[in-house]
């Protein structure tokens, strides 16, 4: 693995993670999405208000159904290579799940969740230790690697819990990283989708404020960071979007 930008050891606590970085404006919007989605990796249900309970969009993700919905499959836009070094950032326990077997392509990953992160490299070692190279701890605006050090990187899922000001600071970092001239997808909420309110409401109820951002302002701070939108790929919810800087 390559040299990181700070230590952190494979048992390290996250909490003490974030004490040592002393996380600026962001310390309190990364432990409410941090702490909503571990409690999704715990199993731990959530107590909300009846009329939330009421909604059509709680009852499709109560069955597991909106999961479906909200995934961006980026491979579809930009498929990871034999022998590319990808980096999934905020990856949950993606490895788990995508086919990185099939593309032969090396997995490195960050996440701010330690339930993820251990299950992750406890698990994707043994599912296939030539391909994964370990996930390290750590916010999306703070990459624990080189510069230059990329062919793909990889943000899905998370953009929305964050203000976009937050974004500027992931994609210099992601900027940073990536060889020039490859490619970083990620997805944003789009507003205008039918679901995309309940569901905002929804997250929010479930920990985690959602940001409710047009996409114009998305994509004019892409061209603000040096970004040039190479492929947009609309889904029911969140909209991928395909950079090159």
Known sequence: MSKKKSALSSDGDQSSWFAQKNLDNWHTQIIAVQSRFDRDYRGESFELPSEIEAMPIFHDYASGNLTAKIVSPFWEIAKPKKNQKCLDIGCGVSFLIYPWRDWEAFFYGQEISTIARDNLNHRGSQLNYKLFKGVELGPAHQLNYQANEFDLAIATGFSCYYPIDYWEEVLKEVKRIL???????????????????????????????????????????????????????????????????
């Not at 960071?225 to 950079?243: A, D």
């Open 179 to 245: 060889k020039p001239e490859n490619n970083f997808v990620f997805d944003v909420l789009n507003p205008e989708q039918p679901l995309a309110e309940n569901w905002a409401i929804l997250e929010t109820y479930l920990g985690a404020e959602v940001f409710l951002e047009p996409l114009e302002n998305w994509e004019k701070m892409i061209d603000a960071m040096g970004g040039k939108i190479v492929r947009r790929q609309p889904g029911e919810l969140f909209q991928m979007y395909k950079i090159k800087f």
